[in-house]
């Protein structure tokens, strides 16, 4: 199994440095402009204050938007980091099997000696490893962001709702890689898997305001995202 790991690593080392950097970029423009929101934070606030229920409902269901954690969560943690790290998972559960297919090297895979199982079970801690390195660099650029703009919100906090967002994202590659595991094509299990999130997000934000949607949006993983 583990020369399987290092192998699917290896295959995606250029791709993770330019995720790393990527996620590590978007965080720090994210959270460079704090200091311009929060001299005007009071005007501001009163202006959201008058949003739609919908509209705040998107936005996690708080219009403290302007405050150091608010700010973060609006900003950043409810739906920015989620949705990227979510096309990275979801990118990655449905190419971990599928590629290997593509490029001719399942079979070479498949001729080692080991387990189909434990081939997939390789695969999918290949994936698990990759998105939590990338996830890791988002963590060390929120913390050392949010220092340099004096954005006082606790380490031990943001570490706890980025391994929550982790767990979050976790699920949707999960998903993608269980359909291409079942045979099914890599644009299918795109599909599936990106409407579980993008709609999960949607429905489970809107279920706030709409009572009959409180009952499906559990059956989604955003049900559960908790990120203020």
């Not at 739906?79 to 079979?107: F, K, T, W, Y």
């Amino acid at each position: 199994m583990i020369p399987i790991i290092k192998w699917t690593l290896w295959q995606r080392k250029t791709s993770i440095i330019w995720w790393s950097i990527g996620v590590a970029s978007l965080i720090f423009i994210t959270l460079i402009f704090y200091p311009s929101f929060k001299d005007e934070a009071a005007q501001l606030q009163r202006r959201f204050e008058n949003l739609p229920d919908a509209a705040v409902q998107l936005f996690g269901g708080s219009t403290d938007f302007f405050s150091p954690i608010g700010f973060l969560n609006s900003q950043l943690y409810f739906i920015v980091l989620p949705l990227v790290l979510a096309i990275l998972a979801i990118g990655l559960g449905s190419s971990l099997v599928a590629q290997e297919e593509q490029s001719l090297n399942i079979e070479l895979l498949l001729g080692r000696p080991i387990s189909r199982s434990k081939l997939l079970l390789a695969k999918s801690l290949a994936g698990g490893l990759i998105l939590t390195f990338v996830t890791l660099v988002g963590l060390v650029a929120t913390v050392v962001t949010a220092k340099l703009v004096d954005l006082d919100v606790a380490t031990s906090l943001i570490a706890l709702v980025t391994l929550d967002c982790l767990l979050l994202t976790l699920c949707f590659g999960a998903i993608a890689l269980v359909i291409t595991m079942f045979g099914k094509a890599r644009s299918a299990s795109l599909g599936i898997a990106t409407f579980i999130a993008l709609g999960g997000y949607i429905i489970s934000s809107l279920a706030g305001t709409v009572d009959w949607l409180e009952t499906p949006s559990k059956i989604f993983p955003f049900h559960y995202y908790q990120s203020e």
